[in-house]
């Protein structure tokens, strides 16, 4: 059936919000006149490597430039790439990646489908694995798919060019990394594959793959890396930066309020779905200074949590925040820990209920004044308590437990 599409000028400006590459812009344009032309819609691309279990707003990024493709009425096509992931892309690695086993792979991606879908309409997206092909071809097609690049153009990229300098190892599945990448793109007919800036080789090789293999070229559409809650590094579960979109209310809520004031606008026009006009009111206030960036953050937190929790969570959890880091009282819903009757040293009941992972991560924390007793901070790390009613312990600002006399 032809489907009908907005005009092109509407179509570029929704793609256009918070890119950083579209190559070329002249095929784009193209693409889209002909699509409005032949009702035919274009097939959009991002690949996701199940390396984890759970998706952050880093990676919905990508995600919610899909949603406005599929809401422009374009083909949404996801690739799950359980082949890929053995491999892990080497894009800004300055050392080969560990190696995954594909049942490693296929246990973490039983659960991206179901937080891709939190923010896709699973009716209008193409879900493939690339192991559909890969796992299929003969060493014939992997030599021929081998012969469509040179190791010179494979060293143009700088990770693999400053490893090849420094005599640092590169093994050679590594080199097939974009090359897979390209082929699912030949596999899938895409017209337009979206990646984050540092995927930017692996997306003009995927141009080159298809060529080769008599197709049109896809255009390539980048994405900022988004910054995580730190404000230094690249959001990451490994480095603790992250806001899950799996996680709690009350968790997400609070993650955000911790993210700096420079973050705010990047964190509207990536991760949230504010119109365009909304964004330029924030991008205004925040630079004239008309607002607080407090009052503008509260709003971010209450947007992201109503997005994957519904209204009525996030104004739960905006007044848990309220009470609970604003007006430092203790929550109604503390979570209760039983422990025997007598004396308990502080460390050791912090990680048995959970507060804190490790002894030694128990110990800095008190050390640092970041363990309270009842209300009152505690620093001595060798602390005992006397546990004969319940007893309220809070580490860090919103973890609370209640221990309970067995």
Known sequence: MKRNFPPLEEQLEIISRGTVDLLPMDELKMKLERSIKTGKPLRIKQGFDPTAPDIHLGHTVGLRKLKQFQDLGHQVVIIIGDYTGMVGDPSEKNSTRPRLTHEQVMENAKTYEKQFFKILDREKTEVRYNGEWFSRMTFAEVMDLASKFTVARMLERDDFAKRFANNQP????????P???????????????????????????????????????????????LVG????????KSLGNYIGIDEPPEEMYGKTMRIPDELIYQYFELVTDVSLQELQEIKQQLESGSVNPRDLKKRLAFTIVRMYHGEDAAR?????????????????????????????????????????????????????????????????????LEITRPTVVKAGKRAFVKLIPA
């Open 170 to 177: 590169i093994s050679i599945h590594e080199l097939f990394y």
């Open 179 to 225: 090359l897979m990448q390209g082929y699912d793109s030949v596999m899938v007919r895409a017209d337009v594959e979206i990646g984050a800036t540092e995927q930017k080789f692996n997306l003009v090789t995927g141009r080159d793959i298809q060529r080769e293999y008599g197709q049109e070229p896809q255009v390539v559409l980048t994405l900022p890396v």
């Open 229 to 236: 809650i730190d404000g230094v590094n690249r959001m990451s």
């Open 316 to 384: 739960q959890a905006e007044a848990h925040f309220e009470r609970v880091v604003v007006k430092k009282e203790i929550p109604e819903d503390i979570p209760e820990f039983k422990v025997e009757s007598g004396k308990h040293r502080l460390v050791d009941l912090l990680v048995a209920a959970g507060l804190i992972q490790s002894k030694s991560e128990a110990r800095r924390r008190i050390r640092q004044g970041g363990v309270s007793v009842e209300g009152s901070v505690v620093k001595d790390e060798f602390l005992e």
